[in-house]
């Protein structure tokens, strides 16, 4: 059977490709976007299974209107992809108040108004799938991501509440974690904070990873997807793209030694 | 040396502990609280030893001020701790937005205006330790506590960002994980959001699964906070009590185990 989607910011980048997987083997896909001049060929090409929606999750009254005519118009939800979201780098020093209360605004208070506007609607069902665009930087981070990653963190520890909440009405959890892809993303995406003297080399070590990283083009995200959303058990996280898998774990298992390493610590704090 | 510490929600719970660890070997202490009636007892025990600061750690301007004020009554600042904090009890779907909001605004806005109110002075003096208290829940996540989790998790993504950031600098970061304790922090301190019907079992379940755990008394507390203050490299990260020490490496291994199950979509992601 056929499902039906509902995917922020289907206007580029990933939430274009999920897009585009889900029409080219026939699903129904609500595509929202700040501005649906930009879903407008998905429209011309796919006609009645794209339903083109103005959305700016972070406007909520906005959110559930469109959640609503989702499945008024589809009559049903079944994955739900909050994909909608930015970057702000910068050192936390650096940062500026309003610019960390924006990044949180879009990444964890957007898919927070979409992913209560869906459960009623998913409960009711017995069941649906949501989707969270997360990053590897929502695990592991660096010097300069601190925002990003604060509002990434922040998705994950959300996502992995909620997935233990809802198994029992049948609604799946998965966290999608990207590495660095070359979409927009890693260019017009990006909200760089006001750089301070003091912070001169991290700017440096910054710019040069950029100029160095040769990322892969986002055309497998659609297939890739596909798979997770027609999967039995779906996994809560997976990685997209294989960098992530080159360096997570060892960043795990760094944790690990030095809780192991303080557990002398650990231990006396209970007065034992 | 004597110490200058600059401690958020001193009046109680693992707050008072530290300040009570840094005054009892003769440490000065800036101790700060909503209503400051409540280190009266400090006070008159320790005398010019402390100086207790009003402070809402959500009111910026205030928290600058209380900052300023230390440094002008001690001349220095050394370690920083960000124990101010609460937990919200409530499902993803009972949450409230302004619960979640005022969640984040404690948890993680309070500890960033404070680390950019101190890192300027830090940086000056070329030393400093800025301590985070976190919670084992900052890196694993249970049911009913999904915006906890997301303020949490968010405070550990800044600070492991923030501590590559600064250590060129001369100034240690460290996240102190505490699992669960005989605090009012899941009694008085906590805030619950209205039941959904929908989530009754869930609720019983959790209540079942408290009822059956006796929480250990923060007595240790004072030596363990001494202990990492004083080490030469002190964690990154560090538990707080014995139970995470058993359980993280546990949802560590899980999570690695369902990356690598994973691994062939995260591959496909990149077209391959």
Known sequence: MSKVWFITGSS???????????????DKVAATARDTKAVADLVERFGDAV???RL????RAQVFEAVTAAKERFGRLDVVVNNAGYSLIGAVEELGEQELRDQLETNVF??????QAVL???RAQGSGHIVQISSAMGVATFGGAGG????????EGLSEALSQEVAAFGIKVT?????????????SSVFTAHRQDAYGPLHASLNEMGASTQMPGPEGVGGAILQLVDAEEPPLRVFFGEEPSQWVPAVYQQRLAEWAEWAHVSKAAEGK | MSKVWFITGASKGFGREFALGALERGDKVAATARNTDTLSGLVEQYGDAV??????VTNRDQVFAAVKSAHETFGRIDVVINNAGYGLFGTVEEITEQQLRDQIETNLFGVFHVTQAVLPILREQRAGHIIQISTMGGIVAFPTLGAYHASKWALEGMTDALAQEVAGFGIKVTLVEPGGFATDWSGASAIVADAHPAYAALHENMAARRAQVVLPEPVGFKSAILTIVDAEEPPLRVFFGEGPTLMAPQVYQQRLETWAEWAHVSKAAEGK
């Open chain 2, 51 to 56: 100086l207790p600061v009003e402070l809402d």
């Open chain 1, 148 to 155: 990003y990653s604060a509002s990434k963190w922040a998705l």
């Open chain 1, 120 to 122: 009623p609607v998913l």
């Open chain 1, 12 to 26: 580029r980048g990933f939430g274009r490709e999920f897009a585009l997987a889900a029409l080219e083997r026939g």
């Open chain 1, 110 to 115: 957007g898919v927070f108004h979409v992913t």
């Open chain 1, 51 to 53: 339903l083109p929606l």
């Open chain 1, 56 to 59: 700016d999750v972070t406007d």
């Open chain 1, 175 to 187: 966290v999608i974690e990207p590495g660095g892809f070359a979409t927009d993303f890693a260019s």
